[in-house]
């Protein structure tokens, strides 16, 4: 930890404290060649890592991997020759591949994670002489990649699960280093804290809550007799600019960029809508992260093709507010980028 980060509850890892050789003369397989997959790959690469691309015969994903100039070759073979093997392919999709590469796991090796959750729910159970870290960047792999080509860095979470060779946070530290992590800082946490804060944010607030509380403030509107176009721009397409106030300097600056009208309103209303009720029921979907029900309702759901995931799937594209978006988006195509803007003035000469 160095003596800025003082302040920080947990370690802050910076280019300073990393020790390069942990990885300089291992080959790392990285399995996946998606989101993650294919940042993590390139950087290493670039990063002068030996690094093998582990992909299915015939994953449409090979040629991609070649045109980028890494070596590609099927998932065991990749952990064959690899000392380090990370798993980037779907979280879903872990178990069923783990089975194919654990024969392939020498003693002192590493499993890497960008993810905790089937380390943490018991779906992936590694041999014991094996090291078993995490190295989850903040942020999706396009950004991870194109930070990296930048010269910048994205934020990223460390974690080490089984530590079999003594070395298993520096290694980490030193492959959050190859993908550029550490110039922008690793924190560090470990699996289950890791899994079950991401399992939480995305079903409380960030997928599951914000959806509900958009979906539930149009209903109202329209409910009450206001035109649905009025009700989709007040109600979601109004959000962007408030979550990206938010994004840059916090509540406050959002607060601040406001009316004083909305501002006051917000703060007296806010918190009587979202009441002691939602915290209730909060509580209760933490719970359900924390004592695995969740956990095995998406294993059960999975194994079992999805049935109500499908259905629920279907159910949120046909709310009304997606038919409303659709049309109102079109109108303001000009606003995505300048070929459009063009186009929309060339249509109004017409
Ligand atoms: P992804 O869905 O983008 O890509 C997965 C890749 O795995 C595919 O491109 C393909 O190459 C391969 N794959 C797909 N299905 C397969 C199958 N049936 N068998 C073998 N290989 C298959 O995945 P991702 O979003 O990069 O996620 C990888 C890991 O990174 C997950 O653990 C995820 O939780 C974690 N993670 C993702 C993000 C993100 O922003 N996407 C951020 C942090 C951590
Ligand atoms: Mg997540």
Redesign the pocket.
């Known amino acids: 930890m160095t003596a800025e980060d003082a302040d920080f509850t947990q370690p802050v890892y910076h280019e300073s404290d990393v020790d390069r050789r942990y990885v300089d003369d291992k080959t790392v397989a990285v399995l ?6 294919h940042a993590h790959a390139q950087n290493l690469d670039d990063s002068g890592v030996d690094v093998i691309v582990g ?2 015969k015939d ?1 449409s ?1 090979r040629s991609a991997a070649k045109a980028d100039g890494l070596r590609v070759e099927t998932p065991k073979q990749a952990a064959r020759e690899a000392d380090i093997v990370s798993v ?4 879903t ?2 178990p069923s ?1 783990f089975e194919t590469i654990e024969p392939e796991l020498d003693a002192g090796d590493t499993l890497q ?3 905790g959750f089937n380390i943490h729910y018991g779906q992936v159970e590694p041999p014991e002489d094996v090291d078993v870290t995490m190295i ?2 903040k ?3 396009h950004l991870v990649r194109r930070n990296y080509e930048a010269g910048q860095g994205t934020p990223a979470l460390l974690a080490v699960y089984q530590n079999a060779t003594g070395d298993a946070q520096q290694e980490a530290l030193a492959y959050a280093d190859g993908i550029g992590c550490a110039r922008a800082g690793v924190v560090e946490t470990t699996f289950r804290e890791e899994t079950e804060t991401d399992l939480f944010g995305e079903q409380a607030v960030l997928c599951g809550g914000v959806t509900s509380l958009v979906k539930t403030g149009y209903e109202t509107l329209v409910d009450a007799g206001y035109s649905p176009e009025m009700a989709y721009f007040e109600c979601l397409n109004e959000l962007k600019l408030i979550v990206d106030l938010m994004y840059e300097g916090g509540n406050s600056e959002m607060w601040d960029s406001v009316s004083d009208t909305a501002e006051f309103g917000g703060l007296t209303r806010g918190d009587e809508i979202v009441d002691e009720h939602v915290r209730e029921n909060m509580e209760e979907a933490l719970e359900e992260v924390q004592n695995g029900e969740f956990a095995r309702e998406w294993i059960a759901e999975n194994q079992a093709g999805r049935p109500s995931y499908r259905q629920r799937r279907q159910a949120e594209q046909n709310h009304e507010i997606e038919e409303v978006g659709e049309r109102l988006r079109d109108l303001f195509a000009w606003a995505d980028d300048d070929a459009d803007v063009e186009q929309a003035e060339v249509s109004a000469d017409d």
């Open positions: 996946g060649y998606g989101s993650q997959g992909l299915r994953s994903s980037l392919v779907p979280d999709v872990q591949l994670f960008a993810h989850a960047p942020s999706p792999g």
